[in-house]
């Protein structure tokens, strides 16, 4: 594991799966989707649709409010422990960090918030509640709505504005950015992709895997 001695630092980071233990859309859709929405994470999973589509439709099965929404999430959302630690090495060294994630944007704020953490760098997909269910809209770094590559757009452009990036991630989502990244820590699906074709990254379990990684790299 080289140094990075790069003025500019940026941690590019997944939310679901990364920085919580499991999945938290997965978690409302299955608590109050109306219909069988694991029918389009297949399509997902089998390559049919996109994951902003996927959650786009998905998520218009949900006709709760958002505060019904919030009291599930406070309750049954796990964060994967060293978050906490992990903000604080990123201050210390300089690097800058940025949660890049195809949820939605109002329970990430949700379980960030309940853990004392705010004003945190997030792009998301952009939630509405509206009587036909949760409308979500992925903005781009140059504002135009995405269908697809929305994790992708953003590494882009924080590679053209100058910035040695670290990738933090887990799932198949995360692939093709954490493939133009200059460093990769991985877990799940992310990982196995990585051992599959000799992609070289760090595994971790807790974040605390990552800190002890920054600690070298940085």
């Known amino acids: 594991m080289e140094k990075i001695t790069a003025t500019k630092i940026l941690i590019q980071c997944d939310f679901d799966g990364t920085i919580t233990e499991e999945d938290i859309s997965f978690l409302l859709l299955d608590a109050f989707a109306s219909s069988d929405w694991r029918q389009l994470l297949s399509g ?15 998520f218009t099965m949900i006709k709760e409010n958002k505060q019904t929404l919030d009291r599930v999430i406070r309750e049954k959302a796990r964060l994967r422990p060293g978050f906490h630690e992990l903000l604080a090495i990123c201050q210390q060294k300089g690097a800058r960090f940025v949660i ?9 704020k949700t379980i960030l918030e309940a853990i004392g953490v ?10 509405r509640f509206s009587p036909t269910g949760i409308l979500a809209r992925y903005i781009g770094p140059e504002g135009v709505e995405l269908q697809d590559g929305f994790k992708e757009a953003y590494i882009r452009y924080f590679l053209k504005s100058g910035y040695r990036i670290i990738y ?42 990552v800190v002890s990684g920054l600690e070298l790299l940085l």
């Open 100 to 108: 890049v994630s195809n949820g939605l944007d109002f329970y990430i």
């Open 118 to 127: 705010y004003n945190i760098e997030l792009y998301a997909a952009q939630a």
């Open 44 to 58: 997902y999973k089998e390559g049919k649709i996109s994951v902003g589509r996927f959650n786009a439709k998905a």
């Open 168 to 209: 933090v991630g887990n799932g198949i989502s995360d692939i093709s950015s954490a493939r133009l990244a200059h460093y990769i820590f991985a877990t799940g699906p992310l990982l196995a992709h990585c051992q599959k074709v000799n992609l070289n990254c760090t595994p971790f379990v807790a974040l605390n895997d």
